[in-house]
């Protein structure tokens, strides 16, 4: 493996060059002995580059060109929503009201980014048919465990603490199932049949009074809809459970179908999937949650509420809360791109997204299944999973299929997940891309396919034409060099 061109930034190190500036020392120096035990302190000076600024500013900048981006080319990775970050989110979120203030600030003195957090909120009630929302959590997983927690207090309040089981769909989001566990829950797993949605009679099996709840990812993630949500209702119900619905990508039912209306409890949205929040790099997000009035005492501290004359305030008097699950009172700019995007599409733009995100992908869908095998052969949702077992056959990958995308300048879908999917590939258009764009990658998608039959050779070794060819990912993952030592 090479990196070609671009040599470490250890390598172009030029003792005593600098890229900085600082003024002289204008206030007493300061012993490092006297604020550090001796054990702490560095005999020898760091090893760390000493480079000019422009070095440095190449050198980041011819990196960063290696990135592939949602600014940078088509990225349909299924389950993960990279639609496009709209440019007007940025500008708002510059604004100095917005950037400048901080957190522990007066209540006076920030009431109208109070008032956007608020209607922030009031919009997602509305959309979700929840009855309040919070927005402390910081992404999906985080949402969901907050949901949990306040089940679990909503049980213990009731007398029922004993209902430590959750119920997880095997077609749900691996968050699902990480995320009861974290919070204390044993899961059950309920199985799919055979059109891909939740097995009734294995959920009646499962379900009892140690039941806290059954939590579903909709659409699950073969991008179906679950069909039987309203009896999957009824039977948590019944035995004194709570229905929790994943909404991370509400992308494909915004506007048409309402998760409170559904007879679910809770419901966790992703703002940085569905709200067009930058996703790329791990963060930061926001994954609000919204509950029905029963779970209202529960939410987490403090709770944002509008006073009787107009004022903004944080409600810390909340003596069922579950308590705060982030500092002060979530990822204020994120939360402000998501309130940019509902104001600029408005009620309808919303619904043409859902009918957008659920067509591209019908029509991707359709357009492939002629080359690569469909498992689950209905209309889908915002996504859909294809399966490259006719090309394993051939000796080639879904592995090699994805690598080899890399050549026509596409991010690669997601691919081996779902687990019940043999060799999947999880596409996800969204609802932002060109009908152009689809095609394009459709085109490539079928040579990729013609290339298996033809020659093989050409997917097993791609990808050719990126700067570092295939890696060796078991040694990346399990013995990654992540420190510069020096070559002797
Ligand atoms: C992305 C996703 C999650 C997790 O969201 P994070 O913000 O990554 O924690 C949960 N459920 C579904 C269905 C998702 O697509």
């Known amino acids: 493996m090479s990196h070609e061109n671009q040599p470490l930034i250890f390598e172009i190190t030029k003792e005593g060059r600098i890229g900085y500036n600082l003024e002289p020392l ?12 001796a054990g702490y302190i560095r005999e020898e000076a760091a ?34 929503t990279m639609k496009y970050n709209p440019k007007i989110n940025e500008n708002v979120a510059r604004y100095n009201g917005f950037a400048n203030i901080h957190p522990l600030q007066d209540e006076d003195s920030v009431q109208g980014a109070m008032e956007l957090l608020y209607d922030l909120q009031q919009s997602l009630v509305e959309i979700t048919g929840m009855d309040e929302v919070t927005l402390q959590p910081a992404a999906g997983a985080h949402g969901e465990w907050t949901a949990l927690m306040m089940i679990r207090a909503f049980h213990e309040a009731n007398g029922e603490g004993h209902r430590n089981k959750v119920i997880v769909p095997d077609s749900a989001h691996g968050t699902n199932p ?5 919070a204390g829950f044993e899961t059950i797993t309920v199985k799919s049949n055979e059109d891909g949605l939740v097995d009734l009679d294995d959920l009646r099996r499962v379900v009892g009074e140690d039941t806290a709840a059954l939590m579903l990812t909709n659409p699950n993630t073969l991008g179906l809809f679950e069909e039987n949500i309203l009896e999957m209702a009824e039977i948590i119900h019944g035995v004194g459970g709570k229905v929790y619905y994943d909404g991370a990508n509400l992308n494909a039912v915004m506007s048409k179908a309402r998760p409170g209306d559904m007879g679910f409890d809770c419901v966790h949205l992703n703002l940085h999937k569905t709200f067009t929040g930058p996703h790329g790099g791990g963060g930061p997000g926001s994954g609000p949650v919204g509950v029905k009035a029963e779970l209202i005492p529960f939410l987490p501290k403090p709770v944002l509420v509008k006073t009787e004359e107009g004022k903004y305030h944080f409600d810390y008097e909340r003596p069922q809360s579950i308590g705060r699950v982030k500092p002060y009172y979530g990822n204020f700019g994120i939360n402000v791109r998501a309130y940019t995007y509902i104001r600029t599409m408005g009620p309808d733009g919303l619904k043409a997204v859902t009918e957008y995100a659920v067509l591209n992908a019908n029509y991707m869908m359709r357009r492939l299944e002629e080359y690569f095998d469909l498992p689950y052969n209905r209309h889908c949702k915002h996504e859909f999973v294809l399966s490259g ?10 592995l090699d299929i994805a690598k080899r995308l890399l050549d026509f300048g596409y991010h ?24 152009e764009t689809l095609d394009a990658f459709c085109d490539a998608m079928i040579q990729i396919a013609k290339e298996a039959e033809a020659t093989p050779e050409i997917v097993q070794e791609a990808p050719h034409t990126t700067v570092i060819s295939r890696l060796d990912e078991t040694r990346a993952a399990r013995t990654p060099v992540l420190r510069y030592t020096k070559q002797a």
């Open 26 to 37: 204008d206030v007493p120096d300061i012993d490092l002995g006297e604020l550090l035990p």
């Open 389 to 398: 077992r006719r090309q394993k056959k051939l000796g080639v990958r879904t």
């Open 47 to 80: 090893e760390l580059p000493e480079v000019s600024e422009l070095d440095i500013m190449r050198h980041y900048t011819a990196l960063s060109r290696r990135n592939h981006g949602v600014d940078s080319g088509f990225y349909p990775l299924g389950s993960c």
């Open 178 to 182: 990480a995320s009861a566990t974290v």
């Open 412 to 435: 690669p879908p997601t691919v081996y997940f779902p687990l019940n999917v043999e060799e999947g590939i999880m596409i996800e258009p969204t609802e932002t891309e060109s009908k």
